[in-house]
């Protein structure tokens, strides 16, 4: 169990890993995550799980490379096996025919939006796709999601591919050409999901995103992973990932994932070994 | 009676000076040395009726113990404690004993009580040091198999009656270790975790199943596992692993931790060596507060200070009386310059403009009338409101029933409380086949107690599946 079948660069830093262990593969469903270990002493990194092979018994993740944690993950290659693997964990997305539906990722938040999109898609919805990247090559699982999606968009920070511009303002383009569009699940950077949320808010579109705070268990022990939605306070790893995005308390998520910001900073100047940036969830 | 045994005092156990310890993570108390523990143990005197047995939630046979370690027979006194006692080297150091044996020990009604955790303590460990622990015999195997959830001292005891009685025992846990709050809760300083890992190795030997990361009602339900998988009976021991938040404001500001996350990351993680040897960072304060008076909040206050504050104060509601904490923590909590602020408690947290936490609005109480609890309520002082510096707040207030079981087993009757509800004398739930015990039946309790429930659902767990084999046997021969 927990070994890594398949690995793949689909973008730099970027790894889709297909790994042995049937019965997650079996169990999980879209929205759901887990939580790996790859060494002794190392963190308990949540990832979503992005797709399963019920065949091969696989469980597909998607990561970049971006913190201390993440780069470990991406030195391990086929034939080595993760050292934990705990799931399927968190809510599995409620899924309903809205009708047209628009899913939206950004960065590698496009892979948790994968496994969603292709739920709603086999509910009977009709899904506008907008992916959205710094840069062309960041641009990941157009492919997949053009697949599921009957119109699929691309955005690019720097106008390298697709329309020049941030996510919203294709989304923005879609609602003013009309688009009926009855649900929106976003999932990327924080700052991304909160103006997707403040736009559709606008036209009261429902709106569900997926959160990643810092985690340790991913079980509900710990309150860790703790937002604030619709002012109340919720365990991201039990009563979420996924949150209404209208309710969601983005302020304050986006200053608790910054929590460790010194200590990894102090860390990467006196440590034995290089810990810049934060991991997060994906 | 001998009047010498009397005239000799308690037997002090060496332990680490306060200015020392505060700057590592290892054990402070040191335990008894050979002489010492036959000493002590010669104090004991071996009342016909011992009272000390009833204050045990397991009924250790304590003169039966103390006397062989007086006589010098340290192993035999383990094994004596065994009996009854799967983790004495755990149970010595952590048992409240000050409320339970040496509570009614006769010696105490004069002077002092016999040290009984101590010896406890130092019969198991010179067993285990000497290299004379022996594998429990286990009885041919019976062809049952029992899933145990949850690896704390409830399911670890259940585990271990159940494998020795023959039965194909599984443990699932949740988190990455075996151990249950053992591992996850209480500190390195306080219960070294090679001690634990020793006593799951041997559990391991017996032939138990240790599945890690094993969540159950995600990977699994109990359904799933008693009808895809076919275990013929299953003992939930979860634990009560809900962290409890005061719900005032502020509280999720940076540098807020429930305890639960607090030393989870410092002992499960062990953040205290973050950039060394461990990857999971933690918050080290240099102003922390503590909320909350048992061996929880004890144990954030030492970690934290461990950590490098350079002021830990403790706010509890209550007077020092109705700590709930050991004796001995609080006292250790006392030397390590731990401040405690009685009948007293946060009613706001206050942050910078990065939303850290820099500052609790604390209020005084006073005792007013009695509560269910028969203890006084605190009621706060008007007009008595105080502003505290600090940089991290630690809320040990105590913590509920998990619902990732109980909402996903339908049929399983909980509380109002969300405890799961189980028959005290057998652990049986409302589900045949489905026992419970531990901290996810009565709310936060104690190690012993959590043992003793896994011990009276291993025995119940038995007769059940003797006897639905004797019945389908009887079936089978018809
Ligand atoms: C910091 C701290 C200090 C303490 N100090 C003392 C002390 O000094 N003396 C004392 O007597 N008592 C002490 N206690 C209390 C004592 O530890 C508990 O009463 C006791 O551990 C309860 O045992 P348990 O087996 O019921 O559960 P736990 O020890 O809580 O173990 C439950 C286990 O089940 C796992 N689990 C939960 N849900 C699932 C699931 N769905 N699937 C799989 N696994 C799951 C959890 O991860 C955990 O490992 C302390 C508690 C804490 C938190
Ligand atoms: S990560 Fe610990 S409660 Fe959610």
Redesign the interface.
Known sequence: MNEIIAKEEIAPDTYRYQIYHPRIAQKRKAGQFVIVRTHDGGERVPLTIVGSDLTAGTVTLIFQAVGHSTRELAQLGVGDRLLDLAGPLGQATHIENYGRACVIGGGYGTAPVLPIAAALGDAGNDLIGIIGARTKELVILEQELGDICSRLEVATDDGSYGHPGFVTDVLQALLDEGEPIAFVLAVGPSPMMRAVANLTKQRAIRTMVSLNPLMVDGTGMCGGCRVEVGGETKFACVDGPEFDGHQVNFDLLMKRQGTYKPEEQEAAAHGPHCRIGLDAAR | MSPKATAIPRQPMREQPPLERIGNFEEVPLGYTEEQARVEAGRCLQCKKPKCIEGCPVAVDIPGFVALVHEGKFAEAARKIKETNVLPAVCGRVCPQETQCEELCVLGKKGESAAIGRLERFAADWERTQGLVERPRTAPPTGRRVAIIGSGPAGLTCAADLARLGHDVTVFE???EMGGVLVYGIPEFRLPKKILREEIDALRDMGVKLE????IG???TIDELVHEDGFDAVFVGTGA???H?MEIPG??L??V??A??FL??ANL??AY????????????GKRVMVVGGGNVAMDSARTARRLGAEKVVLAYRRSRDEMPARAEEIHHAEEEGIEFHLLTVPVELRGDE??RVSSAVMQKMELGEPDDSGRRRPVPVEGSEYEEPIDVAIIAIGAGA???ISSTTAGLETNRRGYIVSDPETGATSIPGVYAGGDIVTGSATVIEAMGAGRRAAAAIHQHLMEVRRSTEARAEV
């Open positions: 949740a988190l990455h890690t990361s094993a969540v995600k990977l699994a692993g809900l962290p938040f509280e999720n940076l540098g931790y429930s639960n996350e989870t990351r993680m062990r060596s973050f950039g060394e040897a461990a990857d999971t960072p933690i918050a080290r990065m939303g998990n619902p990732l």
